[in-house]
């Protein structure tokens, strides 16, 4: 039984995992700055890469011993070093290059963009491959052909905003809170999604696979306050009922777009399953209307469970792929912060 120690820090989650090579996860660690960041409304750098420096070895320590291993029984170490922040993907590098290079334990290198879409896997046990790989975050609203697990193709992006970033500074706006996902669910659950007409940016164009909610985001703050500066007091004033009617028809807005670029990328690529990852996939109003969507138009479907959405160590089971095709890595692997082009 191969053995392997996986390491997260490309945001702000300090996570590592082991995984064997049937995809058991013998234990899961996540340490979460959520807390750290509520007061400026999204992750700030430089906290997150000084809170992963304390939390890092003792994550790792905790994911051993849970799993009742040494480090002696590991058969490799393996870590995301793409794409993320620059300062947390460091922190989780340097730990695992230190503990491979103390121990004598083979290097893997992890793109967390895939493992997002290779958590399809581990939570269903099928080989989900080849599939149109849609990844919703706060970084990143990504649309990918999937030839393998380790064989991306770019098909579309966003070109400004991200998708889970969008739902930060509109729940911002609506004095909801960090992080807005969850803000934004909980306070649409009242709302009335057809109140408020806002765009739904690049959805009805064929030609191009892109997101963009730079400007859903504008028309929301527009609607809200006009423009000009948003005076603080103004959010604080907002009605309660305006708050949960905007929230619901800007997630509404947001769900129209990945739904309609997904179908789009399936019709091109011919293929009849989709896999989805990422912290705006556990959104349960994406959920069910993506699964309604694809109950209705007839194509396979893959969520992972909320836990397997949003950042953790166990998705870096995609290191199994590597590690049985002999895709191991030097001391001198480094990070690659922005979003690499397979």
Partial sequence: MIRLLTIESTCDETAAAVVDDQLNVLSS??????????????VVPEIASRAHVER?????DQALRQAQVDLADLDAIAVANQPGLAG???????????????????????????????????DSGLNVFPCVGLIVSGGHSNLYRCETALDFTPL????DDAAGEAFDKVASMLGLGYPGGPAIQKAAENGNPKRFKLPRPLKDNP?????????????????????GKVDPEAIAELDPQRIADMAASFQDAVVDCLIAKSELALIKTGFQRLCIGGGVAANSHFRQRIADHAGRIGYELFIPPLKLCT????????????????????????ICPGLVRH
């Fill in 207 to 227: 030609e191009r696979l892109d997101f963009s909610f730079s400007g859903l985001k504008t028309a929301v703050r527009y609607e809200l306050f006009g423009p």
């Fill in 88 to 122: 947390s993907l460091l922190v989780g590098l340097i730990a695992a290059k230190t503990l491979s290079f103390a121990h004598d334990i083979p290097l893997i290198a992890i793109d967390h963009l895939q493992a997002h879409i290779y958590a399809c896997q581990i």
């Fill in 29 to 42: 660690v996540v340490a979460s700055q959520s807390h750290l960041h509520d007061r400026y409304g999204g």
């Fill in 56 to 60: 890092i070895m003792p994550v790792i």
């Fill in 311 to 334: 950042d953790n160590a166990v998705m870096g089971a995609i290191a199994v792929e590597r590690y049985r095709a002999g895709l191991f890595e030097q001391l001198s692997l480094d």
């Fill in 156 to 159: 579309g992006s966003t070109i």
